[in-house]
């Protein structure tokens, strides 16, 4: 069974302070996506990864694919109260058309 | 463009009642997924269909779970009777061509079962 396991559970940490979030498995992923959820809201997804040991940057966060493509990591810069939600990994599975997510992160960034 | 719709986006009702859930894909999107979101279990896929037809429901808690698809347009998720253990918050997305499987969420509907 593919499973993606996300740690921390919780992060709480003030504005201006950096972060990494990760994502890991047992298993090979063709690709992993990031999304964020924030509250009363459905996820957004953020970035997909398709290369291991690939580095995608959007704004502020660093997203990376493991070389064996088992793993990522999202790493934040200066947080900002705005970066608060929950940041959920997925992945699809072998067959391919269904997504596994991670239990996710759920980020709290104080003024 | 429109994202994905759903439909109501709160819903509160009383044990054993019948509960219907809506939701407007994508336009294009072939893919549609019905999920739900608990704090304990997180999110978990109910169903999903291609082409309105349903390809996987093994994640349907139960006989009072039933979803259909009537055109590429509309999707509905009923409960009948629902239970307290159904309150959660129910998520709609849909897929198109990318082959990496990512997928627009919709709002969600949050149900409360009393």
């Known amino acids: 069974t593919q499973l993606l396991e996300q740690s921390p559970q919780f992060l709480s940490i003030q504005e201006g302070e950096n972060l990494t979030v990760y994502c890991n498995s047992s298993s090979v992923f063709s690709s992993l996506q990031w999304y964020r959820q924030e509250p009363g809201e459905g996820p957004v997804l953020l970035v997909t990864?398709?290369?291991?040991?690939e580095v995608k940057k959007l704004k502020r966060l660093t997203f990376q694919f493991g070389d064996a493509r088992k793993d990522s990591s999202l790493h934040i810069t200066a947080a900002q109260p705005g970066d608060t939600g929950l940041y959920l990994c997925a992945g699809p599975n072998t067959g391919g058309f269904k997504t596994i997510f991670g239990a996710g992160t759920r980020l709290f960034v104080k003024a | 463009d429109a994202g994905v719709i759903q439909s109501p986006r709160h819903e509160v009702t009383e044990m054993g009642q019948e509960v219907t859930l809506r939701c407007k894909p994508i336009s294009g999107h072939d893919y549609l997924f019905w999920y739900r979101q608990t704090m304990m279990r997180g999110l978990e896929l109910l169903i999903y269909?291609?082409?309105?037809?349903?390809?996987?429901d093994s994640g349907m808690p139960e006989d009072r779970f039933s979803a259909k698809m009537p055109n590429a347009s509309f999707s509905t998720l009923k409960i009948q009777p629902s239970e307290p253990r159904d309150s959660a918050v129910y998520f709609c997305?849909?897929?198109?061509?990318?082959?990496?499987?990512?997928?627009?969420f919709g709002p969600g509907t949050r149900l409360t079962v009393l």
């Open positions: 269909f291609n082409n309105n037809v349903p390809i996987d």
């Open positions: 997305a849909s897929k198109g061509t990318s082959p990496y499987n990512e997928q627009f």
């Open positions: 990864v398709v290369t291991g040991g």
